[in-house]
C-alpha cells in the first residue's frame, strides 16, 4: 500500500482532469477497475458537473532577480485550484490579493481550490511569503477550462447474494498523502483480498470518485441501486496515519453500519468516535435527507480535528502516514470481512450448553478459576449464538474483540458446533 500511494503521490488530481485519469489508470493496473464518467454541463440533483481543468505550469517570477516563487511543477499545491490562465505583470500589492497562506503552520503550503467560481491564485507558505518583496512580477498560470468529463472509478464484486457492502474513497486531490491516498490504497488492497475468497457470501463495491460533487453525481445515477442493496457502507479518507482510529456514525447512530464500526472500534486503545453533526467527508451525501443510506465515515486522523494539523496542507506527507497506519486501518476491514463471510449469523448446533469436555474444551475438574476468559468467552458466544443476532451485535454485548470472537467462532465451527 505505501508503495502505491508514493507511485501516485506526484500526481496533480483535482475533480477533472488528466491527473484523475491518470490516478485511475495506475490503480486499474492491479485491481479490476471500470472507468466511468459525467460530462461537464450535466445536472445532478441540485449542481452541474464543472468543466474539465488541466495544467501545465504556473509560477510567480520576480522580475528584479528572475527568481521563482510558488512553482506548480515543484509542488502542485502551490496553485489554487481550477485557477484560470493568466500571463500578466502586476504589483506586489495586487499579486498578495491572490496568495494563500496557513497563518497557523508557517512552513505549510495550504490547500486552496475554486472549484465554482472563477478566480486565479497562489500558495505558498508564510516564510515563503516573506522573501517576495520587490515591486513587480510576473504571475503565469499556462491551465485550461473546457467542456469534459468527470472521471470515476467502480469495482463491483459479486457474491452469492446482491446484498452489498459499499466502500467509497475519493480521487481529486493533488499531493497529499493521508487526505488523499490512503483511501484509494486501501480500497485496492481490500479489492485484492475479497477477490481471493471462494464462495463469497455477499456483494461488494467501491467507488474511486471526486470528493463531494463525485459522490453527490455516483448517488444520483445509483440512488435506487443502493437503496435496494446496501447493508452497509464506509467511507474510507484519511486512513494512513498511526493515530487515533476513528469513525462518524450515521445520524441514527443504529444501522447496521455502527453496529460493524461499534464492534470493529472494541479493545482499540486510541479512538474517537463522531455524531453525524461532526460529519466531514462523503458520508456528508451518502446519508443527508432523501438519500439516508446505512453509511459510516472511517479515519484515523479525522478531517479537520485538533490531532491533525497536517490537514489540507504540504505537510499531510510521508511523515504523516506510516505502513503501520495503513496496515491498521486494513486490518479494521479485512476483519469486518471475514466476520460477514465466515459467521455473519452464528447459530449453536446444540439445544441447550453442548458438552464441551469430551471436545477437550473445558476442564475436567470442575474449579471456579478453571474457567479463564478464553473458556468465558467462548460460553458467551455460544450463549447468544441464535442465528438472528449477528457476530457484530454479539461482539458489541459482550464488549468483545470483533477479532476475539472470529477466533472462538472458527474454533467452536472447527469442531462443528455452530452452523
Given at each position: 500500500?505505501?508503495?502505491?500511494?508514493?507511485?501516485?503521490?506526484?500526481?496533480?488530481?483535482?475533480?477533472?482532469?488528466?491527473?484523475?485519469?491518470?490516478?485511475?489508470?495506475?490503480?486499474?493496473?492491479?485491481?479490476?477497475?471500470?472507468?466511468?464518467?459525467?460530462?461537464?454541463?450535466?445536472?445532478?440533483?441540485?449542481?452541474?458537473?464543472?468543466?474539465?481543468?488541466?495544467?501545465?505550469?504556473?509560477?510567480?517570477?520576480?522580475?528584479?532577480?528572475?527568481?521563482?516563487?510558488?512553482?506548480?511543477?515543484?509542488?502542485?499545491?502551490?496553485?489554487?485550484?481550477?485557477?484560470?490562465?493568466?500571463?500578466?505583470?502586476?504589483?506586489?500589492?495586487?499579486?498578495?490579493?491572490?496568495?494563500?497562506?496557513?497563518?497557523?503552520?508557517?512552513?505549510?503550503?495550504?490547500?486552496?481550490?475554486?472549484?465554482?467560481?472563477?478566480?486565479?491564485?497562489?500558495?505558498?507558505?508564510?516564510?515563503?511569503?516573506?522573501?517576495?518583496?520587490?515591486?513587480?512580477?510576473?504571475?503565469?498560470?499556462?491551465?485550461?477550462?473546457?467542456?469534459?468529463?468527470?472521471?470515476?472509478?467502480?469495482?463491483?464484486?459479486?457474491?452469492?447474494?446482491?446484498?452489498?457492502?459499499?466502500?467509497?474513497?475519493?480521487?481529486?486531490?493533488?499531493?497529499?498523502?493521508?487526505?488523499?491516498?490512503?483511501?484509494?490504497?486501501?480500497?485496492?488492497?481490500?479489492?485484492?483480498?475479497?477477490?481471493?475468497?471462494?464462495?463469497?457470501?455477499?456483494?461488494?463495491?467501491?467507488?474511486?470518485?471526486?470528493?463531494?460533487?463525485?459522490?453527490?453525481?455516483?448517488?444520483?445515477?445509483?440512488?435506487?441501486?443502493?437503496?435496494?442493496?446496501?447493508?452497509?457502507?464506509?467511507?474510507?479518507?484519511?486512513?494512513?496515519?498511526?493515530?487515533?482510529?476513528?469513525?462518524?456514525?450515521?445520524?441514527?447512530?443504529?444501522?447496521?453500519?455502527?453496529?460493524?464500526?461499534?464492534?470493529?472500534?472494541?479493545?482499540?486503545?486510541?479512538?474517537?468516535?463522531?455524531?453525524?453533526?461532526?460529519?466531514?467527508?462523503?458520508?456528508?451525501?451518502?446519508?443527508?435527507?432523501?438519500?439516508?443510506?446505512?453509511?459510516?465515515?472511517?479515519?484515523?486522523?479525522?478531517?479537520?480535528?485538533?490531532?491533525?494539523?497536517?490537514?489540507?496542507?504540504?505537510?499531510?506527507?510521508?511523515?504523516?502516514?506510516?505502513?503501520?497506519?495503513?496496515?491498521?486501518?486494513?486490518?479494521?476491514?479485512?476483519?469486518?470481512?471475514?466476520?460477514?463471510?465466515?459467521?455473519?449469523?452464528?447459530?449453536?448446533?446444540?439445544?441447550?450448553?453442548?458438552?464441551?469436555?469430551?471436545?477437550?474444551?473445558?476442564?475436567?475438574?470442575?474449579?471456579?478459576?478453571?474457567?479463564?476468559?478464553?473458556?468465558?468467552?467462548?460460553?458467551?458466544?455460544?450463549?447468544?449464538?441464535?442465528?438472528?443476532?449477528?457476530?457484530?451485535?454479539?461482539?458489541?454485548?459482550?464488549?468483545l474483540e470483533l477479532k476475539t470472537c472470529l477466533q472462538i467462532l472458527k474454533k467452536l465451527k472447527k469442531h462443528s458446533l455452530i452452523f
Amino acid at each position: 500500500m505505501i508503495d502505491s500511494a508514493k507511485e501516485l503521490y506526484p500526481i496533480n488530481r483535482s475533480l477533472t482532469g488528466k491527473g484523475v485519469r491518470q490516478s485511475l489508470n495506475l490503480i486499474k493496473k492491479d485491481i479490476p477497475l471500470k472507468m466511468k464518467v459525467f460530462k461537464s454541463g450535466k445536472k445532478v440533483f441540485d449542481w452541474i458537473i464543472p468543466k474539465e481543468w488541466n495544467i501545465k505550469k504556473a509560477y510567480i517570477l520576480d522580475l528584479k532577480n528572475k527568481k521563482k516563487y510558488a512553482d506548480f511543477n515543484k509542488n502542485n499545491l502551490h496553485i489554487v485550484g481550477y485557477s484560470h490562465p493568466i500571463n500578466k505583470i502586476i504589483s506586489l500589492d495586487k499579486l498578495k490579493k491572490h496568495i494563500h497562506t496557513d497563518k497557523k503552520n508557517k512552513n505549510a503550503i495550504p490547500y486552496v481550490t475554486s472549484y465554482y467560481k472563477k478566480t486565479w491564485g497562489f500558495c505558498l507558505s508564510q516564510n515563503q511569503l516573506k522573501s517576495i518583496k520587490n515591486k513587480k512580477y510576473k504571475v503565469v498560470i499556462d491551465s485550461s477550462l473546457k467542456d469534459g468529463v468527470m472521471d470515476y472509478g467502480e469495482t463491483l464484486i459479486k457474491g452469492k447474494s446482491k446484498k452489498e457492502i459499499l466502500f467509497s474513497c475519493y480521487i481529486c486531490h493533488p499531493s497529499m498523502v493521508n487526505n488523499e491516498l490512503s483511501g484509494p490504497v486501501i480500497s485496492a488492497a481490500l479489492i485484492h483480498y475479497i477477490n481471493n475468497l471462494k464462495n463469497k457470501k455477499y456483494s461488494y463495491r467501491f467507488a474511486f470518485v471526486p470528493e463531494t460533487i463525485g459522490s453527490i453525481a455516483y448517488i444520483s445515477r445509483n440512488l435506487k441501486q443502493l437503496k435496494k442493496n446496501v447493508l452497509a457502507g464506509f467511507v474510507i479518507n484519511c486512513a494512513g496515519d498511526s493515530r487515533d482510529y476513528s469513525f462518524v456514525q450515521t445520524p441514527e447512530k443504529n444501522t447496521f453500519a455502527d453496529e460493524i464500526m461499534n464492534s470493529s472500534f472494541i479493545g482499540l486503545k486510541k479512538k474517537s468516535i463522531y455524531e453525524f453533526k461532526d460529519r466531514s467527508s462523503d458520508e456528508r451525501q451518502y446519508c443527508h435527507a432523501g438519500v439516508e443510506l446505512p453509511i459510516c465515515s472511517y479515519s484515523r486522523s479525522k478531517a479537520g480535528s485538533k490531532t491533525y494539523p497536517e490537514y489540507h496542507t504540504s505537510l499531510d506527507n510521508f511523515s504523516v502516514v506510516t505502513k503501520n497506519g495503513l496496515e491498521g486501518s486494513f486490518e479494521i476491514f479485512k476483519n469486518i470481512i471475514d466476520a460477514l463471510e465466515f459467521a455473519h449469523f452464528p447459530k449453536s448446533k446444540t439445544k441447550c450448553e453442548p458438552f464441551l469436555t469430551k471436545r477437550n474444551l473445558y476442564p475436567t475438574l470442575s474449579i471456579k478459576k478453571n474457567i479463564d476468559n478464553e473458556l468465558k468467552n467462548l460460553l458467551d458466544i455460544l450463549a447468544y449464538s441464535n442465528g438472528k443476532r449477528s457476530v457484530f451485535q454479539i461482539s458489541n454485548i459482550l464488549d468483545l474483540e470483533l477479532k476475539t470472537c472470529l477466533q472462538i467462532l472458527k474454533k467452536l465451527k472447527k469442531h462443528s458446533l455452530i452452523f
